[in-house]
């Protein structure tokens, strides 16, 4: 980037697209004249679809949930 000298500063914007193909930001704090880099993240439905909790209601039965696991493959043990 040759007109890049110097720390860029981030700020975040969100909108929604009221035209297609079209972008309204209001209140950016810039100036007429000032050198800008956008970069535009769409959201997706798809993660707030998904279920938070893939595997709830899998577990068939549980065998001593507060037992010790292989006990024999400790050093300590023998």
């Known amino acids: 980037m040759a007109w890049y000298d110097g720390l860029m500063q981030a700020h975040r914007i969100e909108t929604t697209v ?3 193909g079209e972008l309204n930001l209001k209140n950016v704090p810039v100036h007429a004249g000032d050198a800008l880099e956008v970069i535009v993240l769409v959201k997706t439905s798809a993660a707030n679809t998904s279920d938070p909790y893939p595997l709830r ?3 068939i039965r549980y065998d001593d949930p507060t ?9 300590a043990a023998r």
């Open 57 to 59: 209601g899998t577990v």
């Open 67 to 75: 037992g010790p696991v292989a006990p024999g493959d400790w050093d």
């Open 18 to 20: 009221t035209t297609d």
